[in-house]
T-cell receptor, first 116, second 116 residues
């Protein structure tokens, strides 16, 4: 049973380009969570999605960032017009239907975004 | 509001020494979960342990042990007979209902260096 899969592992973008980060949850999991690890700031929650629904996006920057989790396919974290400050590691986790921690909480290997 | 403090920013030990990583948390909830994650130099987040607030039994897994004390709001992590492969950043994290029971609040991490 494969774990949470994230790709690409490393992504380099020039300022102003778009970045798309993908997350495939564990089999049978319908809830996805995105976290960002900025240098000096640690790991912070960004957004919680169920299939076709955004449940909580309280940690998402107000502009340029969006997330989706379609009925079919992976969850996508999209960053438009990237800036150097977006350089970070982005981690995804998934859980079964309830979204509660009693079911565990395993992260993917992360995507390291570098904006040049 | 929930908060996790890892007061030790960096620790260096010589191989085979024991080392304890401290974690102090704050929460108003009576039901919560505590976690430890390891982030090796390769960058992924490796789940180590999850403990709920009703289970104060200490846990041992090989060279790893965890001491959960509700009276002092601490969840400390000890590595016995450290090895070079233990070199990593270790994160303590908290989830409570104040954050919707799905958000993890992370400490800033402790960087452990094990010197051969």
């Amino acid at each position: 049973n494969a774990g949470v899969m994230q790709n690409p592992r490393h992504l380099v973008r020039r300022r102003g380009q778009e970045a798309r980060l993908r997350c495939s949850p564990m089999k049978g999991h319908s809830h996805v969570y995105w976290y960002r690890q900025l240098p000096e700031e640690g790991l912070k929650f960004m957004v919680y999605l169920q299939k076709e629904n955004i449940i909580d996006e309280s940690g998402m920057p107000k502009e340029r960032f969006s997330a989706e989790f379609p009925k079919e396919g992976p969850s996508i974290l999209r960053i438009q017009q990237v800036v150097r400050g977006d350089s970070a590691a982005y981690f995804c986790a998934s859980s079964p239907a309830s979204g509660k921690f009693s079911y565990g909480y395993t992260f993917g290997s992360g995507t390291r975004l570098t904006v040049v | 509001a929930q908060k996790v403090t890892q007061a030790q920013t960096e620790i260096s030990v010589v191989e085979k020494e024991d080392v304890t990583l401290d974690c102090v948390y704050e929460t108003r909830d009576t039901t919560y979960y505590l976690f430890w994650y390891k982030q090796p130099p390769s960058g992924e987040l490796v789940f180590l342990i999850r403990r709920n607030s009703f289970d104060e039994q200490n846990e041992i897994s090989g060279r790893y042990s965890w001491n959960f004390q509700k009276s002092t709001s601490s969840f400390n992590f000890t590595i016995t007979a450290s090895q070079v492969v233990d070199s990593a950043v270790y994160f303590c994290a908290l989830a409570d209902s104040g954050a919707g029971s799905y958000q993890l609040t992370f400490g800033k991490g402790t960087k452990l260096s094990v010197i051969p």
